[in-house]
Structures are given as structure tokens and as C-alpha cells.
């Protein structure tokens, strides 16, 4: 009788039934308990809370990121309004768009690249346990 090629594998899981002593840690930390899982094999087992450790960072990315918008949005869309307000401010209409909006601009994105960094370190810290 052969074998059916639609047959589907199934894995099987469970709670392991031995678990072997670790020896104590470095750093003076007990050892994991059986049945408590590092975050990392979490997010690499693709778990629900790894899962929902990944969606917390990009959720704070996002944050971030909403962040920097509204203050480019405040920082830039008004300029038109105050350039139409100054009928003979062509020469300062220059200084600004040339000279004026750039370190804001660059103050807010370096902002934001440390706040990226951070959110990303958070999150290291948490899968390694330190």
C-alpha cells in the first residue's frame, strides 16, 4: 500500500518532560526555570509574545517617527503664510529657505536617528536579559 503524498506533517510540542540542571550564570543570576522562555527564542520561534515584542518596537518607531512629522509639519507649513504676509521680504524669503530651515531640520533628524537607536537598544536589552 504507498503513501498518500498528501499527507501532512505533523509537529508535535510540548512541555519537555527532563530538563537538565544550568549551571549558575555569570553575573550572579539564577538560572532560567523550566517552562519560562528567553524573549529571544520568542521572537525567533515567531510565538505570540515574540510577536507582540516586535510590534511593541515598531509601534514606539512609529511613535517616533508621527513625533518628527508633526514637528516638520508645525516647522514648515506655516512658512508660506508668513512669506505671503511680507509683500517685499524676498531676500529674507531666501535666508530663511536657504540658511534658516536647515539646522532645525537637522537638529530634529538627528532626534530622531537617537530615538530609533534607543528604541532599538530597549529592545536588545529586553531579548538578552541585561
Do not use: C, K
Not at 7 to 30: C, F, S
Not at 51 to 62: A, C, E, K
Not at 102 to 120: F, G
Amino acid at each position: 500500500m504507498p503513501q498518500d503524498p498528501t499527507e501532512r506533517r505533523v509537529v508535535v510540542t510540548g512541555v519537555p518532560r527532563r530538563t537538565l540542571p544550568h549551571p549558575r550564570r555569570p553575573g550572579g543570576r539564577h538560572p532560567l526555570r523550566s517552562g519560562h522562555h528567553r524573549p529571544r527564542t520568542e521572537i525567533d520561534e515567531q510565538t505570540t509574545l515574540g510577536h507582540t515584542y516586535v510590534r511593541s518596537l515598531m509601534r514606539s518607531q512609529l511613535r517616533a517617527a508621527l513625533g518628527v512629522f508633526a514637528v516638520l509639519v508645525l516647522l514648515v507649513a506655516p512658512l508660506p503664510l508668513v512669506f505671503a504676509a511680507m509683500p517685499d521680504g524676498a531676500g529674507l524669503e531666501w535666508a530663511v529657505l536657504g540658511f534658516g530651515i536647515y539646522p532645525p531640520l537637522v537638529l530634529l533628524a538627528r532626534w530622531h536617528v537617537r530615538r530609533a537607536e534607543r528604541n532599538e537598544q530597549d529592545l536588545v536589552r529586553l531579548v538578552e536579559d541585561r
